[in-house]
């Protein structure tokens, strides 16, 4: 198994940014995509970016092209997502979520492990 472990979340003015962190413990090796999920109250959960991590391969969704970034420290097991010029719709819980499968993508039925979420609300 794959332990998750988000941090970072808070409260920001709009336009401002946070960072948030993933780690990751137990099994790691066996994680081949990483991805950063929210869910707005009443929303369906969204994938809003993901990372290969054998080539570190990126893909985003339209609404944070430009303003996200998702980045691996391998040697740390930790993924970060850099949340730059937040907007109000940004507000969400926001998760991470790893699977074993050699696919970058955004759906998030392809992930098997994932983290108990922070929170991100933006003013």
């Known amino acids: 198994h794959v332990q998750l472990v988000e941090s970072g979340g808070g409260s920001v003015q709009a336009g401002g940014s946070l960072r948030l962190s993933c780690a990751a413990s137990?099994?790691?090796?066996?994680?081949?995509?990483i991805g950063w999920f929210r869910q707005a109250p009443g929303k369906e959960r969204e994938g809003v970016a993901a990372?290969?991590?054998?080539?570190?391969?990126?893909y985003y969704a339209e609404s944070v092209k430009g303003r996200f970034t998702i980045s691996l420290d391998s040697a740390k097991n930790t993924a970060y997502l850099q949340m730059n010029s937040l907007k109000p719709e940004d507000t969400a819980m926001c998760y991470c979520a790893s699977t074993p499968q050699t696919i970058l993508t955004l759906y998030h039925h392809y992930y098997l492990y994932w983290g108990q979420g922070t929170q991100v609300t933006v003013s």
């Open positions: 137990g099994y790691t090796y066996t994680t081949n995509c």
């Open positions: 990372i290969y991590t054998g080539g570190g391969s990126t």
